[in-house]
């Protein structure tokens, strides 16, 4: 029992830690754009979203349920299984954020599971309807709605809205405020319970908790600061992407693609989908720069953005599943993944430091972000192919 509750401990500390990388890692889905267009300071953009962050993860568990009892029989599921999950999901975000690449954290989580599931228990460990219906589908369909939403509202902005970019600037960049607020408490409504999700398996695995069961409140409580925590670090390098290198945003697209992304992130959350914010936000945020004029959309960009999101469950799955296959040494395969896991972690904090990117210079327009890994060395985050944005 000892033993168990040791390794309990450990996966909840792995996954309050993945919580945190998910918050640093899409802090940009909700204050990209008002950082972008000057509606809020960097540091008060991310204070807020970190507290409407806290405040989301209290607001729903359907997604939460979705992941612990739905996406995974957890009569087979072990602690040990779901640490190898999270180690690959860890792993991803760390290695996209560094590149300042907006992958999907849910998408590495759930994928991380899946790889890790698979090899430990086989496929029926995995529930695939319910990966499809609750994850695969969604993540089709809500971008794409999203940005149709908001190329939409773009449209009409520039169309009824007199002088948008110049004297109505400032109506759309206090409505950003406003707008802002919404994804970021979306944010914390949709991913936070995913964190939720996981700990609350872990605690059904181990015996601690009855299967079909909701989150306990400690539970929600530690995802909720957790994420919140990691969102008020920044996640410079991914904002800057989202915020200049996809559209040089202005303040009217900036807040329909907002309010677009709020409306399709806590419809989904409400239905129990596994959704990406990754996924939504950069829809809604292309979508703005068709409404406004496609040619401002930068597609090698979008392309680059949208293979990242296509390689994200399955890289996530075969690092769990090679972190899953190397528990199975039982205690000492824990020991040797969690020492893997640290080791990963701090080789790529080592190299984030050589080129920082920081909310002192997150509005740098000159070198927006690495955005896939090229030959040669990028000028942000690594080597990788630094993209130009325009004056």
Request: charged content about 10%; overall charge positive.
């Amino acid at each position: 029992m000892t033993s168990s509750l040791v390794i309990v401990a450990i996966v909840v500390i792995t996954a309050l830690a993945f919580d945190f990388t998910n918050g640093f890692h899409d802090s940009a889905n909700a204050m990209a754009t008002s950082v972008a267009t000057g509606a809020l300071r960097p540091r008060v953009a991310v204070a807020l979203a970190a507290v409407l962050n806290v405040v989301g993860a209290f607001m729903s568990t359907e997604v939460a349920k979705t992941i612990s009892s739905g996406m995974v029989d957890d009569s087979l599921v072990t602690p040990a299984m779901v640490f190898a999950g999270l180690t690959g999901a860890i792993i991803w975000n760390l290695l996209t954020w560094l590149l300042g690449m907006p992958s999907s954290s849910s998408h590495a989580l759930f994928g991380g599971l899946i790889g890790a599931v698979l090899v430990s228990a086989g496929i029926a460990g995995v529930h695939f309807d319910v990966v499809v219906s609750k994850i695969l589908l969604p993540a089709l369909a809500a971008p794409l709605v999203a940005g149709v939403a908001a190329a939409v509202a773009t449209r009409l902005a520039y169309r009824i809205v007199p002088d948008p970019e110049g004297r109505s600037a400032s109506v759309f960049r206090h409505g950003q405020t406003i707008s802002a607020s919404m994804v970021a408490l979306a944010h914390g409504t949709s991913d936070g319970q995913k964190t939720m999700g996981i700990i609350t398996l872990v605690l059904v695995a181990g015996g601690y908790q009855l299967s079909g069961t909701s989150p306990q409140f400690w539970v929600v409580l530690l995802a909720g600061l957790a994420i919140g925590a990691g969102t008020y670090s920044g996640g410079w390098r991914i904002m800057r992407t989202l915020g200049k290198g996809l559209v040089d945003i202005k303040a009217p697209q900036g807040f329909a693609a907002e309010s677009a992304t709020t409306a399709a992130i806590l419809a989904s959350s409400h239905l129990g989908f596994g959704l990406s914010t990754t996924h939504v936000a950069s829809g809604s945020i292309m979508g703005s720069g068709v409404g406004r004029n496609a040619k401002e959309v930068r597609w090698s960009v979008a392309g680059r953005m949208a293979l990242t999101w296509l390689v994200t469950l399955p890289c996530a799955a075969a690092v769990g599943a090679a972190a899953a296959a190397i528990t199975l040494l039982g205690s000492a395969g824990i020991v040797i993944t969690l020492v893997l896991l640290i080791g990963t972690v701090a080789a790529v904090l080592v190299a984030a430091r050589r080129n920082k990117v920081t909310a002192d210079n997150v509005h740098d327009t000159h070198e927006v972000a690495v955005i896939a890994p090229a030959s040669g060395s990028g000028p942000v985050g690594g080597s990788g192919t630094a993209v130009p944005t325009h004056a």
